[in-house]
């Protein structure tokens, strides 16, 4: 059992508490933020799934460095550098003075030690160490330097290493390996300590290091999406990271400059099984792509919750600039049905969707049937299968691998061309990646669906809030008055 479900029993039982502040309205203390939040999944930064959990773990852990997979950059954070001459050979120095909350030193031997135990997991983190990092070699020569062999050259290592999911755990939790106690209790390194452990209600955070005129104390409150956001409207909560769907449009009106959307490392897809009769045509796949309306889908089942693909990539990942138009992407009924009547597809045949529990599944066979006039059915069989993914790194090639993995695809040339995009420097890889995602436009082995998007909405005591893929909103960058 994961640690994912080990905690969510617990977690759970707060989903259907609403904001746990004070009920008479009065005003907090100047330096107190109060934070409603949905149940985080799991504490642990190395297996978190969704936003509340990226929330809590960014403000208890400091990653190596941030990357912006557009520009290709890395800005240190708990390292001073992440360097290599060879893209075999990375060595990565870390900042001096680095603790943990118990006051224990955050040292090279921290990572290496935490890496080593991630792998023995069924941790989101696990597969990246493995199929992404794939070193041979991690060692900690120094106690401020780690050091990384790979098998062979990777310009994605800044990408990877910067994950959230990678921090340092500490030798006490380490060596014990009692992932419920410790995860209910956190101990990171980052800007903020939890004090009291996790609560049904919530968590109480407190800063580690003065920062004037930045929030000491976070007060974090789970419920419900619509009690939270009325909870900010007034004036019981300082700020929530959850806005229901039927309050996407009044959010641009009740918190007309307090309010932020931004670009979640989640991606669905819909994928195809290469090896059946019926999909084996690249004209059928387009077909079916085409009959999809994303932006039906978004507006129904996933109640604005989403942003309908424009990409292969999406926001999260993709590097560099974004200007080509995604054809597979667009909703064309009249086109999809044309391409299945030109490759012949049997109409009179159930199209049999791959077992999930995705619950857009249903709705989107329904309405792809009624499109495409071909008769779909969201049950158990060999046909299209939905593929949701919550990413953990900031790098293309965790989704072109998972891709890759879960359709079988192959081509003449592929494989070299993504060697190529990993092996090139993340700043000038933008171009490489386009053209990986030219031939998977093309051969269409997944059809692009949508991505998920987060929300914030704050009081006007609050300012300076932004909001960053992997972590959420900064709690740590907020300010109040």
Not at 193 to 203: F, L
Not at 375 to 401: H, R, W
Not at 404 to 427: H, N
Request: hydrophobic share 40%.
């Amino acid at each position: 059992m994961t640690m994912r479900l080990r905690l969510l029993a617990p977690l759970l039982a707060a989903v259907l508490v609403t904001a746990g502040c004070t009920e008479s309205g009065e005003s907090p203390a100047p330096d107190v933020l109060r934070v409603g939040i949905s149940a985080p999944a799991s504490t642990n930064p190395a297996d978190v799934s969704d936003q509340a959990g990226r929330l809590v773990t960014s403000a208890l852990w400091t990653p190596l460095a941030d990357h912006d997979p557009a520009t290709g950059k890395t800005t240190p954070r708990a390292a001073e550098s992440i360097t290599s001459a060879d893209r075999i050979t990375w060595t990565v120095k870390l900042k001096d003075g680095g603790k943990f909350h118990d006051g224990t030193p955050v040292t090279a031997q921290s990572y290496v030690d935490t890496w080593t135990a991630i792998g023995k997991e069924d941790w989101s983190a696990t597969r990246v160490l493995k199929s992404l990092v794939r070193a041979k070699e991690i060692t900690a020569p120094d106690p401020l330097t780690v050091r990384l062999v790979l098998d062979r050259p990777s310009g994605q290592i800044p990408a990877l290493l910067s994950s959230p999911a990678l921090v340092p755990l500490p030798a006490s939790a380490l060596a014990s390996r009692d992932w419920v106690r410790f995860f209910s209790q956190p101990v990171g390194n980052g800007p903020f300590r939890m004090e009291g452990g996790w609560q049904t209600t919530g968590a109480r955070l407190v800063r580690v290091a003065d920062a004037p005129g930045k929030a000491r104390v976070i007060e974090l409150s789970i419920g419900d999406a619509a009690p939270l956001y009325d909870g900010v409207k007034s004036g019981k909560l300082d700020l929530s990271t959850v806005v229901p769907g039927d309050r996407h449009e009044a959010m641009h009106t009740d918190f007309a400059q307090r309010h932020v959307m931004w670009a979640l490392p989640s991606v669905s897809y819909l994928g195809f099984p290469l090896t059946a009769a019926h999909f084996s045509d690249a004209t059928v796949r387009h077909g079916f792509a085409l009959g999809i309306d994303r932006g039906a889908m978004e507006a129904g089942v996933l109640g604005k919750q989403v942003d309908p693909a424009k990409s292969l990539l999406p926001p999260a990942v993709a590097p560099g600039e974004r200007s080509s138009t995604c054809r597979p992407c667009t909703f064309d009924a009249g086109a999809g049905k044309s391409l299945l009547t030109q490759a012949e597809f049997p109409a009179t045949t159930p199209v049999h969707f791959g077992q999930s529990q995705a619950n857009w599944l249903r709705p989107l066979a329904e309405q792809a049937s009624a499109a495409v006039g071909v008769q779909l059915a969201a049950e158990p069989g060999e046909g299209p299968f939905p593929i949701d993914l919550n990413l953990v790194t900031a790098s293309p090639q965790e989704v072109l691998a998972k891709i890759v993995e879960l359709t079988g695809y192959q081509s003449d040339g592929f494989a070299d061309l993504l060697k190529s995009a990993e092996e090139t420097e993340a700043s000038d890889s933008g171009e490489v990646y386009r053209l990986v995602e030219n031939q998977l436009l093309r051969d269409l082995p997944v059809a692009p669906l949508w991505s998920g998007h987060g929300h914030a909405v704050w009081a006007e005591r609050v300012g300076d809030v932004t909001a960053t893929t992997f972590g959420s909103v900064d709690l740590s960058a907020v300010s109040v008055r």
